[in-house]
C-alpha cells in the first residue's frame, strides 16, 4: 500500500491491518518513522501492543546527502522510551536476512534500523542470530568495544589498531537495542573493566546510554561513548560525516586509550 507522503497516516493504516490479524511492515525514512508519526506510533501501535514492524531507512550519518533535516541521530531515544517495541539494528544484509523471520513471527512491535545503500558485510552467509543476545566477535582482556550498525566494522578497525599497540581489545555487537543484553553487558564489564561504545546515533539515548545503564546499575566501570556528540546532522557523503563526528576507527582507538587511563 503506497500511502505517499503521509507517514502519521500510515503508521495509523497498519495498526487497523494489524487488529485485523495481518502483519504489516512499514517503510520510510527513520526520521519520518519517528519524528513526523511519533504519536501513532505511540497510541495507535505500542500502546494497543499490535504486530507492527517498523523499517526504518537511512539511520544516522548514512542519511549522507539527504541533509540534516533528514538525518535521524535521536530516533532510537523516541523509540527506546515507548514500552512494547523491540529495537533492532543489522549489521549486514547477512544479518538482516536472518532475522528476517523472527521479526516477522514475534509478536508485538519492531522498531528495525536499516540501511538503504551498500554496507560493509561482516557475518557469512548462514550465520545465525537470537533477538536480545550480542555476539563476541573478537576476544579480549583489556576493554571491551560494543558496536552495533555500521559501526561494528569501525570497531574491528580499530582493535586492529590497538592490537599493533599491544592494547587486547573485546569486539561485541548489541544489534538488539532493547530489550538489551544485559548478562552479556555485566560479563564484558566484570571480565575487562572498561567499556567503549560506538554507534550511528547522538550519544544520549542511544546504544551508549542503554549500556551505560546496565554498568551504572550492576558492575560501575569507566566507560566512553563514540557517537555524535549532541549535534545535528549536515550534508555530505558517509565517510566524511563519521570523521565530521567523530566516528571512525581512529576515533574509537582514542576512546579505548583514554577509558584505560581510568581504570
Known sequence: INVGVQEANMMGIAAGLS????????HTFACFSTRRALDQVYISIAYNKLNVKMMATDPGVTA????????PL???????GIPTITIIEPVDTVMMKALLKDITYSYGPFYVRISRKTTIRVFEEGSSFEIGKGIVLREGKD?????TGIMVAEALDAAD???????????VN??????????????????TGAIVTAENHNI????????AEVVAETCPVPIERVGVKDLFGEVGDVDYLKKRFNMTAQDIAASVKNVLLRK
Do not use: Q, W
Not at 487488529?19 to 512499514?26: H, L, N, R, V
Not at 576493554?143 to 558496536?147: F, R
Open 143 to 147: 576493554v571491551t568495544i560494543i558496536a
Open 204 to 211: 544520549y539515548n542511544g546504544l551508549g546510554s542503554a549500556v
Open 161 to 171: 589498531l590497538l592490537a599493533s599497540e599491544g592494547i587486547d581489545a573485546r569486539v
Open 174 to 191: 548489541i544489534f538488539t537495542i532493547k530489550p538489551i543484553d544485559r548478562e552479556l553487558i555485566e560479563k564484558c564489564a566484570s571480565e
Open 64 to 71: 549522507a546527502y539527504n541533509g540534516g533535516t533528514h538525518m
Open 19 to 26: 487488529a485485523t490479524g495481518k502483519i504489516p511492515f512499514t
Open 74 to 80: 535521536e530516533d532510537i531515544g523516541f523509540v527506546r
